[in-house]
T-cell receptor
């Protein structure tokens, strides 16, 4: 987990506020991802980036935006937070030439976000 | 209906028991199957990775894939308290991590 860091680890905010979650990695991977985890729903992909100039929407991108500032940094923003965005957010990286030539993902420790 | 179904548990077993964790899926195109382990307040970590059908063993862990039944399993032998965690199954139709669909996870507790 130390290779992928997320800040903040916990955040409580109010409806309508703009929030940014940050992710940094020292693994040297080009691919980065943002997921949210909700009880009973598992991990769902919000956005992913295969390199600095490549940003793609995932399954649940509405209400979110991202910025890939550098190979090592990928930020997730909630422009106007709402209570149903309360969840655990994970950043991940991957390397398509990873273990056994699989696109192995490495997850950060997560950010617990509460929107009141 | 979800593409991947996983019993949320919790599952509680005594130390030393054999644990069986399972997932079913509906998409016959899935070829890549994974199991992740997630400790409390941590991110998931890849435990097992299997391509297509068959078994794969790694120490005390065995992953099984039965594509004809659309059913995958993870067996843990000689379970230890340190195995207490949430186990997520995951699968995809191609090798890109951007296509992975995750199960909701099964919470496992190993009693000393």
């Amino acid at each position: 987990d130390a290779d992928v860091t997320q800040t903040p680890r916990n955040r409580i905010t109010k409806t309508g506020k703009r929030i940014m979650l940050e992710c940094s990695q020292t693994k040297g991977h080009d691919r980065m991802y943002w997921y949210r985890q909700d009880p009973g729903l598992g991990l769902r992909l919000i956005y992913y980036s295969f390199d600095v100039k490549d940003i793609n929407k995932g399954e649940i991108s509405d209400g979110y935006s991202v910025s890939r500032q550098a190979q090592a940094k990928f930020s997730l923003s909630l422009e106007s937070a709402i209570p149903n965005q309360t969840a655990l957010y994970f950043c991940a990286t991957s390397d398509p030439q990873g273990v056994s030539n699989t696109d192995t993902q490495y997850f950060g420790p997560g950010t617990r976000l509460t929107v009141l | 209906q979800k593409e991947v179904e996983q019993d949320p548990g919790p599952l509680s077993v005594p130390e030393g028991a054999i644990v069986s964790l399972n997932c079913t899926y509906s998409n016959s195109a899935f070829q890549y199957f994974m199991w992740y382990r997630q400790y409390s307040r941590k991110g998931p970590e890849l435990l097992m990775y299997t391509y297509s059908s068959g078994n794969k063993e790694d120490g005390r862990f065995t992953a099984q894939v039965d594509k004809s039944s659309k059913y995958i399993s993870l067996f843990i032998r000689d379970s230890q308290p340190s195995d207490s965690a949430t186990y997520l199954c995951a699968m995809s139709a191609d090798s890109s991590a951007s296509k992975i669909i995750f199960g909701s996870g099964t919470r496992l507790s190993i009693r000393p």
